[in-house]
């Protein structure tokens, strides 16, 4: 059984910093490409950033650009998201997730099979 577990979330004030990791189980993802989607409440899930298979390339939401970096360490099947600078709007459930099929760093849901429970991280003003 694949599983996807987040973790690293939490209460935070704006301009604070937090990092998130995922560590996967049940199936190795070095082949594959990460990402990171959020979901606020009332919005649909949106992309946030996407990783290639060998860490190489970057995909990040044009919101987050500058502040936000994923990276991932395929020997311990684990991807990181770090994030700077946080603003209130930043406030959502991150949920990590893996692709079964490309190791290109997409930003389209449907690219990614596997996802996490989600982690909640709110940001206060």
């Known amino acids: 059984q694949v599983r996807l577990v987040e973790s690293g979330g939490g209460l935070v004030q704006a301009g604070g910093s937090l990092r998130l990791s995922c560590a996967a189980s049940g199936r190795t993802f070095d082949s594959y490409a990460m990402g990171w989607f959020r979901q606020a409440p009332g919005k649909e899930r949106e992309f946030v950033a996407a990783?290639?298979?060998?860490?190489?390339?970057?995909n990040y939401a044009d919101s987050v650009k500058g502040r936000f970096a994923i990276s991932r360490d395929n020997a311990e099947n684990t991807v990181y998201l770090q994030m700077y600078n946080l603003k209130p709007e930043d406030t959502a459930v991150y949920y990590c997730?893996?692709?079964?099929?490309?190791?290109?760093?997409?930003?389209?849901?449907?690219?990614?099979?596997?996802w996490g429970q989600g982690t909640q991280v709110t940001v206060s003003s």
């Open positions: 990783i290639s298979w060998d860490g190489v390339d970057t």
């Open positions: 997730a893996g692709s079964a099929f490309t190791g290109v760093a997409a930003n389209l849901r449907g690219f990614y099979a596997y």
